[in-house]
């Protein structure tokens, strides 16, 4: 449950920096008991863990009548005690930004629009069956960026346009050296019709590029050609992602598909990841996930999942008994 702070409403001493902002507190805790069945391994493993829990403050200060600046900090956290020191502290989408009716204009740390356009279609996200497990296994097209400036277009009937550059983002050459590309070598940028969040309209289509991103330099490095869509219909999600990916010397197919039937405070999940064979090693990758998620209330679900991939041959089978609360 998220809850709105007007700052206005603190004390004298807060007033002046943040005077009518309107300032968001929220997280996420996720732990899960995970069971790993590595094929060739000498015995399973089981684990407590921490899935990308995290808390955040985001706000929006008014100018004027069609000007606001914006932000948001949000930190991950590992708050099953696996990492000591600041470690058990992670960045994630942190920015400082303009917004109006021209749109939004922002610079930070934050997912690029490929990636955003996953929507809600990753039924098991943040878990040991992530999409990311099978597509970022070859070229990563689930990126969040460091030096990101970003441009998102108005709300224009359903219609929304973002591009994001990243500049002095530090790449590799051929010989495996350190290099900073010119402005604008590694972008993102996406185009949509709908409703990533499924909630204004009950479906969304979306196609997206990123070239660059994954950390090579013009002319030698990899892009993202990502196509998704999402529909609901009554208590029936559907959703499905296609996208080639290219790492500068070949190119893969990767495909997800997914379902949820939302029955009462529950919903059954299904989903298939599949990454076709790379020409360099002749094997793909593919995984499939089942599970079923549970409202508990306050904010609280609890889910029994089961998933089985396989990384090129490299084979497990997975359990995972979990418990989130957002707030």
Do not use: C
């Not at 005077?19 to 008991?33: D, I, M, Q, R």
């Not at 530090?170 to 010119?182: A, L, Q």
């Not at 998620?293 to 889910?303: D, M, V």
């Amino acid at each position: 449950m998220k809850n709105v702070i007007l700052v206005a409403g603190l004390s004298t001493a807060l007033l002046s920096p943040m005077a009518f902002a309107e300032v968001t507190l929220y997280g996420k805790a996720h732990l899960s008991v995970d069971y790993i069945d590595e094929n060739g391994a000498t015995k399973s493993v089981t684990d407590l863990v921490s899935h990308d829990s995290r808390f955040g403050i985001e706000g929006k200060t008014k100018i004027n009548d069609s000007l606001a600046a914006i932000f948001k900090y949000e930190i991950g956290v590992d708050i099953d005690g696996s990492s000591t020191g600041s470690s058990f502290l992670s960045q994630r989408n942190q920015y400082v930004g303009l917004q109006g009716g021209f749109g939004k204009i922002f610079g930070g740390i934050h997912d690029t629009p490929v990636k955003e356009l996953e929507g809600k279609i990753d039924q098991f996200g943040d878990t040991n069956a992530d999409i990311g497990v099978v597509l970022d296994h070859y070229v990563d097209s689930q990126e969040r960026e460091s030096r990101f400036l970003s441009y998102n277009s108005p709300d224009m009937g359903g219609l929304m346009f973002k591009i994001a550059a990243m500049p002095g983002k530090e790449g590799t050459d051929s010989k495996g050296g350190k290099v900073v590309p010119d402005f604008g070598d590694a972008f993102s940028t996406s185009l949509t019709y709908g409703d990533l969040k499924m909630k204004k309209m009950p479906f969304f289509i979306g196609v997206g590029y990123d070239s660059e991103v994954d950390g090579k330099v013009k002319g030698e490095g990899t892009s993202i050609l990502r196509v998704s869509g999402s529909a609901k219909m009554g208590g029936l999600a559907l959703g499905a992602i296609a996208e080639q990916a290219n790492d500068g010397t070949e190119e893969q197919m990767r495909y997800v598909g997914s379902a949820a039937y939302s029955i009462g405070g529950g919903a059954l999940k299904l989903q298939y990841v599949n990454a076709e064979k790379a020409v360099s090693t002749g094997k793909g990758s593919n995984q499939w996930a089942v599970g079923w998620e549970q409202e508990i209330g306050g904010g609280a679900s609890t889910y029994l999942m089961y998933s089985k991939y396989d990384l090129e041959g490299k084979e497990a089978d997975l359990a995972s008994l979990g418990l989130i609360y957002n707030f």
